[in-house]
């Protein structure tokens, strides 16, 4: 086996979780929140500025913009790149990690930060609601042997949800499927074999790696209220989802795959 994951025991190298509302955030709930950056700031100490354009089209006359104000928090490695960051902007809440650890300990800590915009928002007469959670998982496996020896088939297995030309001896393609698991529930998989070298396309020289983004997105209904919101709810929520993106995963890799990011057999 020439692929391994991108960590020594998972392969996830990113994950983003987020609600979108049934209303744009008010500015009295961005203004509450950024009047209290201690709430985040513990862990996610930079400070951003989070903003976005509403554009107002009219059927006479000129079209109307605005901006409108977020709130973002984040923790930055060394090299000035996030490793989290909390936003809420617009219509959604979103939690990104790109050091994952362990599912429990992540999707604790998105619980938290998003609970206590929760309870922000809670310091209104009527809040938002939430309508939609969504969670984004990427996995990335990097192939370690000659180029000239790349195989897919040895990461991934025959599925109605990979296209077939991703599996073979090309190191660069692209699988995208799109699917209804149930009506609640859609699902997108972008699965990616690229080549990471500076070489032209007829060389085998180099090496390689396979992306897998796993898009899951599910109905709420009833939906959130903000008192719902809380981190209970919020992490059963996405472990839900979770669940399904072990699912996939168990099915698309080969068993040598699972193996080595402890998923085990089907």
Known sequence: MSFVPANSDNAIAAVTFQLILDRVLSPKTIQAANAVPERWTDDLPAIGIAKALNVGVEAEGPSQVTEQGGVSFAFMRPDGTPAWVFRALHQSIVVECARYSRWKNVVSAAARYVSEFTEVMK??????SAVIATLLVRDEFHWKGDLGDYDSRQLLNQSSHVAEIAR??????????????DPSVLMHLNVTGTRIDNHTAAS?????????????????????SAADMTSEWYASVMS?????????????????????IGLGNK
């Open 204 to 224: 085998r020289e180099g090496t390689a790696e396979v992306t897998i983004d796993h898009y899951m997105q599910k109905s709420l209904t009833p939906a959130a």
């Open 123 to 128: 310091r209104e007469a009527d809040p938002a």
């Open 240 to 260: 839900e989802l979770h669940e399904l993106n072990k699912q996939i995963m168990k099915e698309i890799l080969t068993d040598s795959a699972r193996e080595m």
């Open 168 to 181: 073979g001896n090309n190191p660069v393609w692209h699988s995208y499927t799109g699917w209804f698991p």
